[in-house]
């Protein structure tokens, strides 16, 4: 998109423009649409947080328990050896 052009659509649409600016300036892109950061504020939330991000491997087939997966913490909550060092002892 060329610069002009870009510049019409800003003072057309502020807010499209805004929203899609991280898509026109950057290359990758870190976070998933729509993820907006969330402050963790009990013990229950975390477990949440955790088993959410412990099953995702599990969800979509690529093993059958948390632990299998390489890549997890899952592993090192269950007291096995992990890839790296996970700080368990939070509660």
Do not use: C
């Amino acid at each position: 998109m060329s610069r002009t052009r870009y510049r019409i659509l800003e003072k057309e649409y502020p807010y499209f423009m805004t929203k899609m600016r991280h898509k026109i300036d950057q290359r990758y892109q870190l976070w998933q649409e729509g993820s907006h950061p969330e402050q963790i504020q009990s013990d229950e939330m975390m477990i949440q947080k955790l088993e959410y991000m412990h099953y995702n491997p599990v969800r979509r087939g690529y093993v059958d328990d948390p632990t299998h997966w390489r890549y997890s913490s899952a592993r090192n909550y269950a007291g096995l050896t992990g890839l790296i060092d996970v700080e368990t002892g939070w509660r």
